[in-house]
C-alpha cells in the first residue's frame, strides 16, 4: 500500500482525502481503558500493519540493553519475548532517537540485523512527554521496499500513542501499588489503634478490679490474722494428739488462705516497672542458688544453658526473678526426684528477642489446658491457686513481651518467654 504524496494532500486530490479519512479511523478505533495495556498495544501493532500494508510490526519495551515485545500484529507463541539489543536495528533507534527506515537491510547492515526471513524496516522510538525514549515500533515487510515520509508520520503517530499508553499504564500501576500501600498502613494503623483501645480498656479493667481486690484483701486479711493468732493459742494449749492435728490442719489452711490472698493482690495491682538494663545469662546465673533452695528444688536439678554472647534488655529485675521463681517451681513440682528442670537463654531468629525457656521432661500438660493456663484460677495442681501463671503472663506483658507454654512427648513441657532485645544490646 502505497500513501498519497505531499502533492497530491496540498491538491486535496480524493485519494489523499480517503486516505487521511483511512488514518483517522483507525486511530480512533484504538480505544485504551486503564489496566488493558497488551490489548491496546495489539490494536496498534495490527492497526499500523493494516494502514501501511507491513508484513509483521511490534510494540516493543526497551531497558538495560533488552528489549521485550509487548505485542505483536502475528502470533509468537506463548511466554515473554525478549532479546539482547546488541546488534539489532532496535538499538540504532533506540541509541539514536530518531525514526530509520531502512530500504533493505540485508544489503546495508551498517545499521542492524533484522529478524530471519525480513529485508526492509521502519523503527520508530516510543518517547514519553518527557523526552525518554522506552522503546520502539517496529515493522518489516519480507520484500525489500522503500518507506515514504507520509508512511514514517504515520508511524510516529501510532508510536505517540503506544508511548502514551505505556506511560499511562504505568503510572496507572504506580496509583495502584500507592494504594494498596496505603491501604495496609492504614488497615495496620487502625489494628494498632484498636489494640491500644483494648489495652487501656483491660488497663483501666484491671485497676478498676485491683482496687477492689485491695479492698476486699484488706478486710480479709485482719480476721484470718486474728483467726492464725488463736489458733497458735490453742496449738499450744492443745495437750492430746487429735486436737493438735485438727488445729495444725486449721493453720494450715490459714496460712494458704494468706497465701492466696498475696496472690490476687499481686495480680490485681498495676505492673508498674522500674525498667533497668539488665544482661539475661547474668541475672539467671546469680538465681541459681536461689532457685536450688527452693523446698520444691529438693532432689531436683536446676540447669542452666547460656549465650555464647551476652543478651540485654531492658527489663524490671526483681519482677523477672518472680517470673523465674515461679517458672523454675513449677518445673520443679512436675518432675521426679533426680530429673532436672533446664532454663535455656536464646536468641530469636531475627535477632531482635531474648528468649529464656524453661524445660521439664514430667507429666505432659493435655492440650485443651494449655491456653487456659495463663487464666486466673486455673491450675492443674491441687492445692495451686491457678494465679502463678497468669501473673507471670501479665508481667510478661507488661514488658512488651511474649509468654507461651507447650507441651509434647517428645520435648517436654516448654514454657518461653520473649522479650525485646535493648538497644544498647550488642551481639
Known sequence: MTLPSGDDIALGSPRAWQQAQRILEVLSSLNYRAGELDRYLHEIASGLSQLLGLDWSVVTLCQDGKEKVMASSLDMGEGEHIYSLHGLLTETVVRSGQTLAVEDALACQEYGQPPEGYASYLGVPLRTSQGEVIGTICS???????????????????????????????LYQQQRQFNEVLEAEVAKRTEELRATQTKLIEQERLAAIGEFAATIVHEIRNPVTTIMMGLNYFKKKSVTAPDRERVALAIDEAYRLQNLLNEILHYAKPQILQLEEIELNSLIQKMLSVLREMPEAVERKIEFIPTSSGVTIMGDK??????????????????????????????????????????????????????????????????????????????????????????????????????????????
Open 140 to 170: 518489516f515487510c519480507v520484500l525489500s521496499r522503500h518507506f515514504l515520509e507520509e508512511e514514517m508520520r504515520v508511524a510516529e503517530l501510532f508510536a505517540e500513542r503506544a508511548a502514551t499508553a505505556i506511560n499511562d499504564y504505568n
Open 318 to 427: 526483681d519482677k523477672l526473678k518472680q517470673v523465674l521463681i515461679n517458672l523454675v517451681r513449677n518445673g520443679c513440682e512436675a518432675i521426679a526426684p533426680g530429673e532436672a528442670v533446664t532454663c535455656e537463654v536464646e536468641l530469636s531468629k531475627d535477632l531482635r528477642q531474648a528468649c529464656l525457656q524453661i524445660r521439664n521432661d514430667g507429666t505432659i500438660i493435655p492440650s485443651h489446658i494449655l491456653p487456659k493456663l495463663t487464666q486466673p484460677f486455673c491450675s492443674t495442681k491441687s492445692g495451686g491457686t491457678g494465679l502463678g501463671l497468669a501473673i507471670v503472663k501479665r508481667i510478661v506483658d507488661a514488658h512488651n513481651g511474649i509468654f507461651s507454654i507447650k507441651s509434647a512427648r517428645e520435648t517436654g513441657t516448654i514454657a518461653s518467654i520473649y522479650i525485646p532485645l535493648s538497644t544498647n544490646n550488642k551481639l
